[in-house]
């Protein structure tokens, strides 16, 4: 019962790079998030999807994209990576929203 | 324009005692709230929820209240335990929106 995986757990990109961050969930939920955290910001929505095939734009997608061909996998994309990417990022899924997300245990990003 | 505010960045409280973190928010159609609980190098795990048409709802040591008209709500643990030191995240949601909005977070320490 694995939950929400994320992969990679840590990166070091320069900046201009890209790379693809990788959700797997493994409970059927239809609903999956993509949050960054930064200090004293809290998490904040990336991009997130209802459903497999889905998409839509949260509080800060700039710079980012957002694939979800299949169900139980959500890739976050940063086509040319900047310093400002520098984060924590979650991945989450829920069935609703009233049982609450479960979330990954981040992947730790540094853009030099 | 942060609609999900905890403006206490850090809490200390005595083992035994009793907690309390508080949290504001703006938006007056948000209509279910959730506390989450982070450790170190962790994802965010789901504590405790609560809908708008309650004011209370309690969970073992896990009580969270609301106060609709102060557009508040708080989450009380009673007694502290060393092992709630983490840092704690409310969070909020409109209805039939199926994305959260959390809170900048706040560092609780049990002191021994």
């Known amino acids: 019962n694995a939950g929400v995986t994320q992969t990679p757990k840590f990166r070091v990109l320069k900046t201009g790079q890209s790379m693809t961050l990788l959700c797997a969930q493994d409970m059927n939920h239809e609903y999956m998030y993509w949050y960054r955290q930064d200090p004293g910001m809290g998490l904040r929505l990336i991009h997130y999807?209802?459903?497999?095939?889905?998409?839509a734009k949260g509080e800060v997608p700039d710079g980012y994209n957002v694939s979800r061909l299949k169900k139980q996998n959500f890739l976050l994309g940063l086509e040319s990576a900047a310093p400002s990417q520098t984060s924590v990022y979650f991945c989450a899924s829920s069935y609703w929203r009233g049982s609450g997300y479960t979330f990954g245990s981040g992947t730790r990003l540094t853009v030099v | 324009d942060q609609q999900v505010k905890q403006n206490s960045p850090s809490l200390s409280v005595q083992e035994g005692r009793i907690s309390i973190l508080n949290c504001d928010y703006t938006n007056s159609m948000f209509d279910y709230f959730l506390w989450y609980k982070k450790y170190p190098a962790e994802g965010p795990t789901f504590l405790i929820s609560?809908?708008?048409?309650?004011d209370k709802n309690e969970d073992g040591r896990f009580t969270v209240f609301l106060n609709k008209s102060a557009k508040h709500l708080s989450l009380h643990i009673v007694p502290s335990q060393p092992g709630d030191s983490a840092v704690y995240f409310c969070?909020?949601?409109?209805?039939?929106?199926?994305?959260?909005?959390f809170g900048q977070g706040t560092r609780l320490t049990i002191n021994p």
């Open positions: 999807s209802v459903g497999e095939g889905t998409t």
């Open positions: 969070a909020a949601s409109v209805e039939g929106a199926q994305k959260l909005v």
């Open positions: 609560i809908s708008s048409i309650k």
